[in-house]
Structures are given as structure tokens and as C-alpha cells.
């Protein structure tokens, strides 16, 4: 059932936003240098890395690492990456990921390749068992702001409680915290 819904969602978005997608790509390409998307390598369900992609809202320079541990993350971000951050609108072609399953919509957010103590918080918790997801429990309850620990808790409460009715609920809340760019750091 959930995949169904993850499916039927994705290519309605993807039509829907075919539009806004290409104007974005063009604003892309025309305020910094490089590839308009970039593509990172994350790890998915039991763990498996996976290419994820996002509209690049970062300089080709910046290092592959989470941006909260960048010095000054905001010295790295294009012309238009805040905007595209806080609007959440750089997260878009994960449609792709959703549509060749290897995201849902609703699950932990995708850990980067080398964020090894969530990984390994995650695997002890059971909580890699999961389709990771464009959004989460833990998006809606703090986002950026919240410590490793914090998501990784908010994760396993998910998994105790996931349901279509929950992910409903959660994509309601994102929905509400993207349109008033609430939790975002950069």
C-alpha cells in the first residue's frame, strides 16, 4: 500500500512540477558554476549506499560532509542555495529516488555515506530496516536543530508507530514547516 501511494504521489509531483523543476535547474546553472544537480552517495535501507540527488545549492568546492559540521556553511552556499535550503525545493529530484525505490516519502532522512555514528546509532536501533524518506518524524520535530541521538530516537519511535495514517500526519506537518521554512539552520 505504501509504495503504491509513494509511486502515485511521486509521478503526480513530478508532473506537476515538471515546470517549476526546469526553472529551477535553469536559475541553477545560470548563478554558479557545475552540474545543476549533485548527486550524494547515501545509505539507504540495510545500510546499502545509494545516489541521491539534489539541485545543487552548495559550491563544486565543498567538502562531501554533513553541513553542520562545515565552519561556515554559509560561505559555501550558490546565490540562490539558501532560498532553495530553506524552501526545501532543492530536495525535488529525489522524486527520481522515490519513484525507483530506493526512498519512500515518509522515513528517516538518508544518512551521508560517511556519518558513521548515525549509521551505526541507526543499525543498533533497527532502524536501518527502514526505507529512509524525504521526510521523517525527526524533520517535523526539529530538523537541523536536532543532535544525532535526538533523530536516531525520533527514528525508532517512528518504526514503532508507522502507519499510512502517520506518514499522513507527517506529511501534513511538513507540509506546514516547509511553508513557514521552520527548523532549517542554512
Same mark, same amino acid.
Given at each position: 500500500?505504501?509504495?503504491?501511494?509513494?509511486?502515485?504521489?511521486?509521478?503526480?509531483?513530478?508532473?506537476?512540477?515538471?515546470?517549476?523543476?526546469?526553472?529551477?535547474?535553469?536559475?541553477?546553472?545560470?548563478?554558479?558554476?557545475?552540474?545543476?544537480?549533485?548527486?550524494?552517495?547515501?545509505?539507504?535501507?540495510?545500510?546499502?549506499?545509494?545516489?541521491?540527488?539534489?539541485?545543487?545549492?552548495?559550491?563544486?568546492?565543498?567538502?562531501?560532509?554533513?553541513? !553542520?559540521? =562545515?565552519?561556515?556553511? @554559509?560561505?559555501?552556499?550558490?546565490?540562490?542555495?539558501?532560498?532553495? %535550503? &530553506? *524552501?526545501? /525545493?532543492?530536495?525535488?529530484?529525489?522524486?527520481?529516488?522515490?519513484?525507483?525505490?530506493?526512498?519512500?516519502?515518509?522515513?528517516?532522512?538518508?544518512?551521508?555515506?560517511?556519518?558513521?555514528?548515525?549509521?551505526?546509532?541507526?543499525?543498533?536501533?533497527?532502524?536501518?530496516?527502514?526505507?529512509?524518506?524525504?521526510?521523517?518524524?525527526?524533520?517535523?520535530?526539529?530538523? !537541523?536543530? =536536532?543532535?544525532?541521538? @535526538?533523530?536516531?530516537?525520533?527514528?525508532?519511535?517512528?518504526?514503532? %508507530? &508507522? *502507519?499510512? /495514517?502517520?506518514?499522513?500526519?507527517?506529511?501534513?506537518?511538513?507540509?506546514?514547516?516547509?511553508?513557514?521554512?521552520?527548523?532549517?539552520?542554512?
Amino acid at each position: 500500500m505504501k509504495r503504491l501511494f509513494d509511486c502515485s504521489l511521486a509521478l503526480l509531483a513530478a508532473l506537476i512540477l515538471l515546470i517549476p523543476a526546469a526553472l529551477i535547474a535553469a536559475a541553477v546553472r545560470l548563478t554558479s558554476r557545475g552540474a545543476i544537480l549533485y548527486w550524494s552517495d547515501r545509505v539507504g535501507r540495510a545500510n546499502k549506499i545509494f545516489r541521491m540527488p539534489k539541485f545543487r545549492s552548495m559550491r563544486v568546492e565543498t567538502p562531501a560532509i554533513a553541513t !553542520d559540521l =562545515l565552519v561556515d556553511a @554559509e560561505s559555501y552556499l550558490t546565490p540562490i542555495g539558501s532560498f532553495l %535550503r &530553506k *524552501s526545501s /525545493l532543492d530536495e525535488l529530484p529525489q522524486l527520481w529516488c522515490i519513484l525507483t525505490g530506493e526512498m519512500s516519502f515518509v522515513g528517516p532522512r538518508p544518512a551521508l555515506f560517511n556519518q558513521n555514528d548515525l549509521i551505526e546509532l541507526r543499525t543498533q536501533r533497527r532502524v536501518h530496516k527502514l526505507v529512509p524518506g524525504l521526510t521523517g518524524w525527526a524533520q517535523v520535530n526539529g530538523r !537541523d536543530e =536536532l543532535s544525532i541521538r @535526538e533523530k536516531v530516537k525520533l527514528d525508532v519511535e517512528y518504526l514503532g %508507530r &508507522k *502507519s499510512m /495514517l502517520f506518514d499522513f500526519q507527517i506529511l501534513w506537518l511538513t507540509f506546514v514547516k516547509v511553508i513557514n521554512r521552520d527548523g532549517v539552520s542554512h
